[in-house]
């Protein structure tokens, strides 16, 4: 979908890559800016004889254009992933800032915002039961009273980049690779 997106998935891929494991190969990764922009990549890309695979963030309800993609034909539903495909169980919404270490995440949040948080602390306990972090985040951020950004939420580039060094092998348990193992494999099947 977005920058934060492209080096989260190309750290984990590098990751994985270097135990031996499936990663990205040679695939190249092109961040949309979201579904709204997706059609227009699509038919670009499409018609160069690319073979193309979706990766988005999944909302509770099905993204209109992209079916409308699948049913004229764009791109082939097996094609089509989100990243609560790779969480067990599936939630009903999910972004890729879910299949990381909860805990990593608050804390690159923390220190990333240190200076406009002004001595509040998010921690695991402050989150909501909405089950994408990205929206706890906000909604803690606007219980708070805390803009970090003019039109709400915050930077997620920022906080992807501050939570890269807590992202290794030695960090991240064999449940939170797998998340990832399995990302890249299901991507290398329907390709």
């Known amino acids: 979908e977005g920058p934060a997106d492209l080096i989260l ?14 990663g990205l190969g040679d695939a190249i990764l092109v961040p949309v800016g979201g579904l709204d922009k997706l059609a227009t990549f699509v038919a670009l ?24 993609m699948v049913r004229q034909k764009l791109i082939e539903r097996k094609r089509v992933l989100d990243f609560s495909m790779f969480l067990d169980p599936a939630p009903t919404e999910a972004d890729i800032e879910d299949l990381l270490p909860a805990d990593a995440y608050i804390a690159a949040f923390n220190a990333t915002y240190a200076k406009e948080l002004n001595g509040a602390v998010l ?20 219980a708070k009273g805390i803009t970090l950004l ?4 915050f930077n997620h580039y920022r906080v992807a980049q501050a939570v890269l060094p807590a992202l ?3 960090t991240l348990n064999s449940d939170e690779l797998a998340r990832f193992e399995r990302l890249f494999s299901k991507v290398g099947e329907v390709l």
């Open 168 to 170: 290794t092998a030695a």
């Open 123 to 142: 921690t695991a306990a402050d989150l909501g039961a909405q089950p994408r972090m990205i929206e706890r985040i906000n909604l803690w951020l606007k």
């Open 45 to 68: 890309l499409g018609s160069n004889k690319l073979k193309l695979v979706v990766l988005h963030d999944r909302a509770g309800t099905p993204h209109q254009k992209l079916d409308d």
């Open 9 to 22: 998935l190309q750290h984990m891929g590098a990751l994985l890559e270097a135990a031996g494991k499936p």
């Open 150 to 153: 003019k039109d709400g939420g």
